[in-house]
């Protein structure tokens, strides 16, 4: 017999009281922890003080008021802060959104999306192909695939440079990306500037348990157009790309800047990402509660379970409702956004400018080196980091959405 709605509420309403149970629980359990820890000597903070800090804000049981800093929830009045004294330290959490204009396809677009055109190469199931298990047995996609997605050059977007232009003002604390295709660094933005959640195309280890002898971005570039698998010269085992597989763990730098980082944040802008792979999108979360919070995107993302927030759970982004009082949503393509706010700013005509002479200056190498018979000076990339809990993509790379220590869109 068919359950009528009014059961179905009361039985789901019970499931979300048995886990906000749980999740108290587990908040001071953590706690407990915490000051056995103390005693015990355990130096910074660990995977669990991140789920204990998560836990916290998400209970609600933290001492921070939340203060609404913003005179106006829209891009102006964003703008208007990013101007004021307030504002001084930026942290920008980015996806593969950023990189489709420069023709890096992402994830999950239907019919364009790399998932909806993986079918040549016979896998199971599409992410296999950025698996580390299924990797090491048949590494062979991946490497077809990383040929496919290295066409040419590769030019950073309007996206990118006004990430840049951040930096050129004193404002940008960090850049956060789930891509792989190293754009970001293309752009302009030093190692020290980014935090590549998900790995880079940059170097490669050889996976020998007792080798992993490192390789540079031009020795893997000649293997994926060799067509030859990539083994190490020294033991003959597979050597891999130094980005995070589905199945593997994400970056100590991850974790280790995560800490200050999100202390320390003025402003926080997420573009291009749906925030659905953890523990990447857990990062909305970290920011102080009067933190300001600006969605540039396709669509709204991020957002709260609505059973939860009816039990004051839940820090997601809340563009719409009543309580909203410092997340903006700008909907559209991220290059038209990044100029909106260029334009509000004051820095359009620059923007436009650096775009103009960087790309120039690409076209130039690109050139010299078409003459001299090299190839393609920018990585492989074909993909960033988009949204749910898929793999690592050429720009991006993968794990599950349950792996709280692996990489995320």
């Not at 820890?37 to 910074?44: D, K, L």
């Not at 007792?210 to 083994?231: A, G, H, N, R």
Request: with cysteine; hydrophobic share 35%; aromatic share 8%.
């Amino acid at each position: 017999m068919l359950l009528t709605v009014a059961t179905k509420r009361r039985r789901q309403f019970c499931v979300h009281v048995a886990l906000l149970h749980r999740l108290i629980f587990l908040y001071f359990v953590l706690q407990d922890s915490d000051s056995d820890s103390e005693n015990g000597g355990a130096s910074g903070e660990s995977e669990m003080d991140f789920l204990r800090h998560l836990l916290s804000r998400t209970l609600g049981l933290g001492s921070e008021k939340p203060e609404k800093v913003l005179d106006e929830l829209t891009l102006d009045g964003v703008s208007r802060f990013m101007q004021s004294e307030k504002c001084r330290n930026v942290v920008c959490i980015v996806g593969a959104g950023i990189s489709t204009s420069a023709g890096i396809p992402d994830f999950r677009s239907p019919g364009t999306g790399l998932y909806a055109n993986l079918q040549s190469y016979n896998l199971p199931y599409p992410e296999a192909i950025f698996e580390i298990n299924y990797f090491k047995q048949h590494p062979e996609p991946f490497f077809a695939l990383a040929r496919e997605l290295y066409p040419g050059q590769f030019k950073p977007t309007v996206c990118h440079y006004f990430i840049r232009l951040l930096k050129e003002k004193g404002l940008l604390l960090r850049c956060y990306t789930q891509n792989i295709d190293t754009l970001e660094r293309v752009a302009g933005l030093d190692q020290e500037d980014l935090v590549e959640a998900h790995g880079t195309f940059f170097t490669s280890h050889c996976l020998g348990s007792s080798c992993k002898k490192q390789y540079t971005l031009d020795w893997m570039k000649e293997k994926i157009f060799s067509t030859v698998t990539p083994k190490c010269d020294k033991c003959q085992s597979l050597v891999k790309p130094d980005i995070v597989f589905f199945g593997e763990s994400l970056p100590p730098r991850f974790f280790t800047l995560m800490q200050s980082d999100f202390q320390k944040v003025d402003l926080l802008i997420i573009m291009g990402t749906s925030l659905q792979v953890q523990p990447f999108a857990s990062l909305v979360s970290r920011v102080p509660t009067n933190t300001p919070r600006l969605l540039i995107n396709k669509e709204k993302t991020g957002q709260s379970d609505p059973f939860m927030s009816l039990m004051g759970l839940g820090t997601g982004m809340d563009f719409d409702s009543e309580k909203a009082y410092r997340d903006v949503a700008w909907l559209g393509e991220c290059d038209e956004g990044c100029t909106a706010l260029a334009e509000l700013l004051g820095w359009k005509n620059e923007l436009e400018e650096l775009v103009k002479k960087e790309h120039s200056a690409i076209d130039a190498k690109s050139g010299q080196a078409g003459e001299a018979g090299a190839s393609p000076s920018l990585p492989p990339s074909g993909a960033t980091a988009s949204p749910s809990p898929p793999p690592a993509k050429p720009g991006s790379s993968p794990q599950k959405e349950s792996d709280a220590g692996s990489k995320a869109e």
